[in-house]
């Protein structure tokens, strides 16, 4: 008897929504194990993980603060795919999305915040969509995968900046490789008095929203869709294909490089080579555990902000390594992609060899 | 000069061994038609679970047997999303690294780290046959003469890598020619998860000594990047990765040189990706991707 996946010709309206809870079960299941292993009670655990944050108003808005570059990386990412352009590179975008936004920053000192602002913001989208130009045109003039070569430039980001932060703009007071602190008027205020949650965050929700408008309701966003789902029919029914994939991949860029502008001017104030905790590559995550829809992606971002926040206070409590969040997120994606297709094939046992 | 010439070969050999393993691995892997992005992560998990348990046994060789295991599990979790499910290639990869990655730092944190520690063991020391280019590790002279080789062999001469070949140029082609396909593909994706597990195995187990966060350091993108550079072709790849590894083992060499100690050596860091591009862009249209490259194979 061997296995063999058939496509279901209908399908329970519950077998999706039990699949997934079937996904994440698993990946709870695992996570408990690690915390088991950690000398930690896994009840406890993600008790610390999803429900101590809530209960404050600290643990709320550090959620917050922390799902705000994911929102930008994962509508970059959910927009891209959605065209059927596999940008892997949004952590590079990001990065130089901050690389602009700095620049701006340490060279803004006389500007009033009503230029610096918008100039900072301004600077990342351009960097970030510039980062992405080269992988999109390879790929809309020569045909050259993207895949491969938007992840490369990933690491290419962080060597420059590195390479900044070791020369250029090494901190003139400490002679460490941070940059300098940004020109205050180039900061981004602060939306919700009290805490750290910035401009950044409604700016986030801002892109959320128009993306879900444009790609929804537009007729430009039909035409992305259609590319993504059957290029090949869209270019008979011509539609332009190469000039769609094009913008795709620059918008995702730019809104990936705001999101790199958003950390530097809302959060960190300079310049530093953690500035993102792979932020572009959870971003990969974020959209695929959203099937690619952009108020799932906010969902999914809040949440993996809430995850962030939680696993450092259950490492804290509990002595547990704060990685497991990163072990949570990555296996709740192992197991959703693998959930979302199961649910679409039945398993049948066929006898003999083929 | 001639010492700091023998010196710079001798090191870059050392270099070019966990990148050409891996970049070996990717290769056979994409010849069968399948992206494996979870190469940096296979890396980064086995060389942690290769240290770990030689800590633990007091054995290198359990160690390197463990991290080759590791490798394979690792490789068989891809295989079945990708080939089974027929999943996207690229986030499977993705998420297989960013798995790899969590778990073994996890793991690092909670079997080493916890009271401030860090995993040592008495790492492998390199053979001497004379002079420092002939004084290396037992897994680069292995790489070189006998896995290199060996791999030429499998995927030009031998019947597996006929079938591997096969199934990524033309997948229904080839079950039509009674070549089982899914079969095949695991193969390959277990033999190239093996190879980076070797790769990873190398740094830990031979070239360092120690485990610490980061440790592959993006080794594995740059072997992706030496497949492409390569073009498929074995030859080709390892000029590739003997290149980069020259300029790496050169750079530390330059920057103790006081006309050279403020270049910025992150630039010729970034040589062997930015070489991708640029040569991508140059071969335009001509390149040769395996024919089912990124494509699942599903029989109607």
């Not at chain 1, 990946?27 to 610390?48: D, E, K, M, N, T």
């Not at chain 1, 070791?166 to 919700?192: C, H, M, Y």
């Amino acid at each position: 008897m061997k296995p063999r996946f058939a496509l279901r010709s209908s399908m329970p309206w519950w077998r999706g929504p039990a699949l997934i809870a079937a996904a994440a079960f698993v990946s709870f299941l695992l996570s408990a194990i690690v915390v088991r292993w950690a000398g930690g009670a896994p009840i406890s655990a993600f008790h610390y993980m999803f429900i101590s944050p809530l209960q404050t108003r600290f643990g709320i808005t550090e959620s917050i603060l922390s799902a705000t570059p994911l929102i930008f990386t994962g509508a970059a990412v959910a927009i891209a795919f959605r065209a059927g352009y596999w940008n892997i590179g949004a952590e590079g975008q990001l990065l130089a999305g901050t690389i602009g936004a700095t620049w701006v920053g340490i060279h803004a000192e006389p500007l009033p915040s009503i230029v610096g602002v918008p100039l900072i913001l301004l600077a990342g989208m351009l960097f970030g969509a510039l980062w992405a130009l080269v992988p999109a045109l390879l790929r809309t003039r020569l045909g050259i995968d993207e895949v491969v070569t938007t992840l490369l430039l990933n690491p290419v980001a962080l060597l420059i900046i590195s390479g900044l932060l070791n020369g250029p703009w090494r901190n003139s007071e400490t002679g460490f490789p941070d940059s300098d602190v940004i020109a205050k008027s180039t900061q981004l205020p602060i939306i919700w008095p009290g805490t750290r949650v910035h401009l950044g965050l409604a700016l986030g929700v801002i892109i959320i929203v128009l993306c879900w408008w444009y790609v929804g309701k537009m007729a430009g966003g039909l035409k992305l869709r259609a590319v993504g789902m059957a290029p090949g029919a869209a270019r008979i029914a011509g539609l332009p294909v190469e000039r769609t994939l094009l913008v795709a991949a620059l918008v995702s860029g730019g809104i990936a490089g705001l999101g790199g502008s958003s950390e530097v001017a809302g959060v960190a104030h300079q310049l530093t080579t953690g500035i993102s905790s792979g932020f572009g590559y959870t971003g990969v995550i974020v959209a695929t555990l959203a099937a690619l829809s952009f108020i799932g992606s906010l969902c999914v971002a809040l949440l993996f902000g809430l995850i962030t926040v939680g696993s450092f206070s259950a490492s804290r409590a509990l002595e547990i390594p704060s990685t497991i969040g990163e072990f949570v997120q990555s296996v709740l994606l192992l197991t959703v992609i693998a959930a979302l297709v199961i649910q679409k094939y039945r398993v049948v046992w066929t006898r003999g060899k083929k | 000069m001639i010492d700091i010439t023998q010196e710079i070969i001798g090191s870059s050999l050392r270099i070019a061994t966990p990148l050409a393993l891996a970049a070996l691995g990717e290769l056979v892997t994409e010849k069968s038609g399948v992206l494996n992005l979870g190469v940096e992560g296979i890396m980064y998990g086995s060389a942690f679970v290769g240290i770990a348990t030689a800590a633990h046994t007091g054995s290198l060789t359990t160690g390197l047997i463990a991290a080759l295991v590791t490798g394979a599990a690792a490789g068989l979790i891809f295989a079945f999303l990708t080939v089974t499910l027929g999943v996207n290639q690229h986030v499977a990869g993705l998420g297989l690294t960013l798995f790899m990655i969590s778990f073994s730092n996890s793991a690092n944190r909670i079997m080493f780290t916890s009271d401030g520690g860090q995993v040592r063991v008495d790492p492998w020391r390199p053979i001497d046959f004379g002079g420092p280019i002939f004084s290396q590790y037992w897994i680069t002279y292995a790489t070189f003469l006998f896995i290199v080789p060996l791999t030429w062999w499998l995927m030009r001469r031998s019947g597996l890598g006929l079938k591997i070949r096969a199934v990524g140029e033309n997948p229904e082609a080839a079950d039509v020619a009674g070549i089982d396909v899914t079969k095949t593909r695991y193969t390959a994706i277990l033999i190239g998860s093996i190879y980076m597990a070797a790769g990873g195995a190398f740094i830990t187990l031979a070239f360092v000594g120690s485990f610490t966060i980061n440790i592959i350091n993006g080794r594995g993108w740059v072997a992706l990047a030496l497949v492409i550079f390569g073009r498929w072709k074995i030859g080709r790849l390892l000029a590739g990765a003997a290149l980069f590894s020259l300029i790496n083992a050169g750079q530390l060499q330059l920057r103790l040189l006081p006309s050279f100690s403020n270049v910025p050596f992150e630039i010729l860091l970034a040589l062997p990706y930015l070489a991708v591009i640029i040569g991508l862009a140059v071969s335009g249209r001509n390149i040769p991707y395996p024919g089912a490259y990124l494509k699942p194979y599903k029989r109607h």
